[in-house]
Every structure is written in C-alpha cells, then in structure tokens.
C-alpha cells in the first residue's frame, strides 16, 4: 500500500452530480495508488479559513499520461465543501493522501458480493464496484438514496454491475425510482428471496448502516462498513473521530477504519 503524502493537486475536472452533490477530478504529476474505502483530508480554504482539513473518501484513481486522476464526489453542506464546489479547473489544493484501511475486495472461490450505498455514500462503494468489475468478481450493486434527484451516477454504477452480470438495485425513501423505501430493506428482500452474498460492503448515513449492521447480525452475513465520523486530522493525533468496539476500546476510525466488520463494532451499531 502507497505510503501517505501531501499532494499539490490542480482540479482538472469539476461538474455538477445533483443540485446538492458534485464531482471533482484533481490530477497530481505524482504517481498515487489507493484502494476503495481509503479516503484524503482535503485542504478546501486558502489560509486558515477554513482551518480544519475535510475528509473525502477516494472515488476513483486513474492513470492519464504523465498525470495520475484521483476523483472525489462532495456533497455541499457546510464552508469546505462550498468552497470546493467554487473552484475552477486549473485552481490548487492540497490533498493528504490515501488514509486509513479499505474495502476487503476478495471472494473465497467467486461467490458474490452486495455493495450497498446511501446518498453521498456512493464513492467508496462506486470505487470498489469498479475494481471488482475490472477483475471479474460477481457483484450486485444496491444504491439507495431520499428522492430519485439524489441518486448519484447510475449510469455508470449500472456499467460497474453489468460488467460483471450483476444486479443493479435502486432504492429511493420516496419511491420516485426504483424500489420505494430503505435500501437496506432492498437486500433484505433479496436475501429472502434465497440470494447468498459472501459479504456486504456499504458506506451511507449512520442510520442506513445500523440498519444493516442489524440485518448482517439477524443473517448471519459479514458486513463492512465504512463509517464516516467527523474528522479534525485524518491521521491518529486529535482523536475526534473515536468509535467504540464490541470489545469496549475505543479507537480512532481514521486509523483503524474508517472500515470496520460490523462484527467488531460496539452493540449500539446493530441494536
Ligand atoms: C472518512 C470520511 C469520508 C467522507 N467521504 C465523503 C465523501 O466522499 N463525500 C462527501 O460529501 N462527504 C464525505 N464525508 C463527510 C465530509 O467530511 C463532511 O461533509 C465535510 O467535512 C463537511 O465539511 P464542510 O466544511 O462543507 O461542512 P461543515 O461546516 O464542517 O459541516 C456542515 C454540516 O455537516 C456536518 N458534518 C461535518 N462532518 C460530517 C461528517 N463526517 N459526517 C456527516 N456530517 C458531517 C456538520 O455537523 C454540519 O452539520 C466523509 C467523512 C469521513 C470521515
Ligand atoms: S481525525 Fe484526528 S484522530 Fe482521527
């Protein structure tokens, strides 16, 4: 795995996903290898304003000529993402890079498995979707989001699943696409329907992991989550993202996450 560093990155693409969410494309003359569920703590401010780096979960990595392309999608909620909706192609960041744990990505003797992701979850899950399609590993893909307008793209997440024969699931709270209501509750129904997965991989809003982090323990199935805790330094020292195991320690998930089994994870995650 590629050791740490602070890229000076220019953004090479900035286009817009949703009314709320957009994707930026930053390219770095340096070579950079990352894995799905590691994530960068993005420099969005000149000076100190804003002061605190923002972590954003690695989307993609691409090889472009001399140039590497590192992808990124944001929701715009606060000043740092605001910001970096703003800039323009050609502008500076800087981009401390690739941190924490990832996706486990391999399948005993190709059996399957369920990648799911909430709303502005979709990057570390589209990025190990595509991975697992570039190598042939069987997939389904269930993407759940508050109204269809939130539902990042599908296009190319429904390419990911295909590549690989793999079902591409939609879910919407509203039932404006796809199937109405949770899309936990979209696994679900195809685990009934006697669909074996070796293990889930999901990233969403805490309230869509614990759901599955309940319907892992109630099946019996293994499950990932890539929990997104606020961040102050991405990197072991302020301790401000501390999550609590099943063992009682707590832990920084920056550094021991943020993928953690579902299994290793204090009960109130599956309560
Ligand atoms: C490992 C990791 C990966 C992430 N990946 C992505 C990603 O790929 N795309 C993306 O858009 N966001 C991602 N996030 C969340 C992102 O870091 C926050 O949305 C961002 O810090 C907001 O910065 P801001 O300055 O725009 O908003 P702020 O002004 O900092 O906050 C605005 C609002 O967002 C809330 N908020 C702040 N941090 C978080 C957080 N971690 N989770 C949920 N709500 C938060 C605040 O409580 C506040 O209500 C990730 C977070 C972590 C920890
Ligand atoms: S973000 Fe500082 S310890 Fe994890």
Do not use: H
Not at 34 to 60: N, W
Not at 239 to 257: I, Q, Y
């Amino acid at each position: 795995m590629i050791a740490r560093r602070d890229l000076a990155v220019r953004v090479a693409v900035r286009t817009d996903l949703s009314p709320t969410c957009f994707r930026i494309v930053v390219a770095t003359p340096e070579p950079f290898a990352a894995v799905p569920g590691q994530f960068a703590m993005v420099a969005c401010g000149e000076g100190l304003d804003p002061l605190l780096r923002r972590a954003y979960s690695i989307a993609g990595v691409a090889r472009d000529g001399e140039r590497t392309l590192v992808e990124l999608m944001v929701k715009e909620v606060g000043r740092g993402s605001s910001r970096l909706r703003r800039l323009a192609p050609g502008a500076e960041l800087k981009l401390l890079a690739p941190l924490g744990n990832g996706f486990t990505l391999t399948a005993a003797g190709g059996a399957r498995l369920a990648l799911v992701a909430g709303g502005i979850g979709l990057p570390p899950v589209l990025f190990a979707a595509e991975r697992l399609a570039a190598a042939g590993a069987p997939f389904d893909l269930f993407l759940g989001a508050a109204t269809a307008a939130e539902l990042l793209d599908v296009e190319r997440a429904a390419a990911a699943a295909a590549a690989c024969g793999g079902e591409l699931v939609l879910a919407t709270d509203d039932g404006s696409r796809g199937e109405a209501g949770f899309v936990t509750a979209a696994l679900a129904r195809r685990l009934d329907e006697g669909r074996r997965y070796e293990r889930a991989l999901a990233c969403g809003p805490n309230p869509m992991l614990r759901a599955l982090a309940r319907l892992a323990r109630e099946r019996s199935l293994a499950a990932e989550l890539s929990l997104e805790e606020p961040m102050g330094c991405g990197v072991g020292v302020c301790l401000g993202c501390v999550v609590e195991l099943a063992d009682g320690r707590l832990v920084p998930s920056c550094k021991e996450g943020p993928v953690f089994e579902a299994s290793r994870l204090a009960a109130r995650w599956s309560a």
